[in-house]
């Protein structure tokens, strides 16, 4: 290897551990950031909410059987909701959609418990099914805030008043990074637990890296601001509404935030290839709608691997520069999987620290390969196209 090669690897290992470090003591600089950045480029801000309980509608789209569907709808009840007033819609596109009789049993259980529910029967369409279904859901129904969360999403000891606190001063939206706890074991598990809460592209992570970013699976936003951005109606044709709808809000100057709640999602049970398939249907969210960013995945998401490959090459030429370059770069690797599982409230384990981080770089560079060349996805039976401009084809 040249010279020059090996001075680029060395300036690219340094450039990855350096933002490792950060996403690992960012919540100690937090502060002094925000204050400098409130003070160079202030955000607009809404008109803060009354005082008293913020009215909170919480939208909940299903779709299919998702693991433990009808504990995730419920789990709502034991969510912390102090100084908010909930009323919850459940969103199925029909009766003959798996998640139906799930989602009614669920209503009828909330409401028994005193949480005012409905079960919306949406005939969504899409192309974006779940953001078609929230526009539906949302329509003629008025609330200060309104809080998604995925049907995955268990939202058991999860504080919403947090969730939601920012917006009753006058942001503009909160997102909640969601990681999985993977009960079942499988590889595909324990790759998708790895990418979510083992390295930089971890949620929790990556919220302190880009906490406009937003992702989608639980997230709150004032219903005066979504609604000066054009709705949920208006964002059917893009694959990631979360991102554009981020987008949106960062473009009129408004303020996305991002907090970790301990939040996880129930899904369980993948295989190797269909966690590869999420995470490229994700990817492919990026590549459509944040293009410059698919260059960060080889370059920071998944870099350690390849890394240690141009390591070894360098070896016979120059083994101690590539000794000493191989072990920065697992080193950050394993201090990023700790430093995630953390911020995921995540229990560490030796292998969660030092094998499945790898098999999740594994996953993660064969979903960047595939999503390269991706013009159609399949999801939740459904197959979704996409023309020249990135945008879901109508009636696809």
Request: proline share 4%; net charge positive.
């Amino acid at each position: 290897m040249s010279f020059a090669l090996a001075v680029a690897l060395t300036v690219w290992t340094a450039i990855v551990a350096v933002i490792s470090l950060w996403a690992l003591c960012e919540p100690l600089a937090r502060p002094l950031v925000r204050a400098v950045l409130d003070r160079v480029s202030p955000s607009v801000q809404l008109r803060p909410l009354d005082p008293g309980p913020v009215s909170v509608l919480v939208l909940r789209p299903c779709a299919g059987r998702d693991a433990d569907l009808e504990g995730n709808l419920r789990s709502l009840l034991d969510a912390g909701r102090d100084g908010l007033s909930v009323r919850c819609v459940l969103a199925v596109g029909s009766a003959s959609d798996e998640a139906f009789v799930a989602a009614k049993q669920a209503a009828e259980w909330l409401r028994a418990h005193e949480i005012e529910t409905e079960l919306a029967l949406t005939d969504a369409v899409g192309p974006n099914h779940k953001v078609d279904q929230l526009a539906r859901a949302l329509a003629g129904r008025r609330a200060s805030v309104v809080l998604v969360a995925d049907s995955d999403v268990d939202l058991r000891g999860v504080d919403l008043a947090a969730l939601v606190a920012p917006l009753r001063a006058g942001d503009a939206a909160c997102w909640a990074s969601v990681a999985e706890r993977g009960a079942s074991g499988a590889l595909g598990d324990r790759a998708s637990v790895a990418i979510l809460a083992g390295g930089l592209h971890g949620f929790a992570l990556l919220s302190r890296l880009d906490p406009a970013g937003m992702v989608g699976k639980l997230f709150a936003v004032r219903a005066d601001a979504l609604e000066n951005v054009g709705g949920f109606s208006s964002m059917t044709r893009f694959l990631g509404e979360d991102v554009e709808l981020s987008r949106r809000l960062r473009a009129e100057g408004y303020a996305v935030r991002a907090r970790e709640l301990g939040v996880f999602s129930s899904a369980s049970g993948r295989t190797l290839g269909s966690a590869r398939d999420r995470y490229a249907r994700w990817m492919l969210v990026v590549r459509t709608q944040r293009g410059a960013l698919m260059a960060s995945y080889p370059l920071l998401f998944f870099a350690a691997p390849l890394q240690v490959l141009f390591a070894a090459a360098m070896a016979p030429s120059r083994p101690a520069w590539a000794l000493a370059l191989a072990l920065v770069a697992v080193s950050a690797r394993v201090l990023v999987a700790i430093g995630a599982r953390r911020a995921a409230r995540l229990s560490l384990t030796a292998r969660a620290a030092l094998v499945d981080p790898w098999l999740g770089d594994a996953v993660l560079l064969s979903a960047w390969l595939r999503a390269l060349t991706l013009r159609e996805v399949r999801w939740r039976g459904g197959v979704l196209r996409f023309d020249r401009a990135g945008l879901l084809v109508e009636g696809s």
